[in-house]
């Protein structure tokens, strides 16, 4: 079946330490997100990257890294520079551009404690 | 920045009565997307509207775009308790998907 992984669900972190969050996709998709979903808000966009060894910030890039070697890999990595790491992180992907439905990966509840 | 602002945050209703959320934008959007997310789970695609002043249904949905493309409207007939959940409307401008804030759809009991 196709679709788009992210892995682990729950991630426990100290806080200092860089964390990575994985996001594979077998659906052939071009364009690959990550968002940022806290309580109460819509999602944010941290990167998108359009198309393999290139990506781009999006409004809250801040903190985060991230690097697309496959098409089907974007992972994301917190760093200990982003001040508020806490939160539920989304990744999702589109056949090309943003004209077309985002599919969403289940998502990964980090936790920096 | 550009905005989509999305109401009410909230919304109780007794199962079986209606549900209306609404979203305005400050530009005008190429389209919009409606999402929604069920507790604990992630945002799913529920359709695109493109033209200005379509209306589309998906049995108890009913989806508007304005004639001016800034807003957008999702009701729901008759809610039942499958329909708990947060939706989302995501508006595309200038290359980019500007998310509203959501509206939790909450069933009384």
């Known amino acids: 079946d196709g679709g788009i992984t992210q892995s682990p669900k729950y991630l426990f972190r100290k806080e200092g330490q860089n964390v990575t969050l994985s996001c594979e996709q077998n659906?052939?998709?071009?364009?690959m997100y990550w968002y940022r979903q806290d309580p109460g808000q819509g999602l944010r966009l941290i990167y998108y990257?359009?198309?393999?060894?290139?990506?781009q910030k999006g409004d809250i890039a801040e903190g985060y890294s991230v690097s697309r070697e496959k098409k089907e890999s974007f992972p994301l990595t917190v760093t200990s520079a982003q001040k508020n790491p806490t939160a539920f992180y989304l990744c999702?992907?589109?056949?090309?551009?943003?004209?077309?439905?985002?599919?969403f990966g289940q998502g990964t509840r980090l936790t920096v404690v | 920045g550009q905005q989509v602002m999305q109401i009410p945050q909230y919304q109780h209703v007794q199962e079986g009565e209606d549900f209306t959320t609404y979203c305005n934008s400050s530009?005008?959007?190429?389209?919009i997307q409606w999402y929604k997310q069920r507790p604990g789970g992630h945002p799913v695609f529920l359709i695109q509207?493109?033209?200005s002043g379509e209306v589309k249904k998906q049995k108890r949905l009913t989806f508007q775009f304005g004639e001016a493309k800034k807003n957008s409207s999702l009701h729901i007939t008759a809610t039942q308790t499958t329909d708990v959940g947060t939706y989302f409307c995501?508006?595309?401008?200038?290359?980019?998907?500007?998310w509203g804030a959501g509206t939790k759809l909450i069933i009384k009991p």
């Open positions: 999702a992907s589109t056949p090309t551009s943003l004209n077309t439905e985002a599919f």
């Open positions: 659906l052939n998709h071009d364009a």
């Open positions: 990257s359009q198309i393999v060894n290139d990506f």
């Open positions: 530009t005008t959007l190429s389209n």
């Open positions: 509207l493109v033209k």
């Open positions: 995501a508006g595309l401008s200038n290359y980019q998907l500007i």
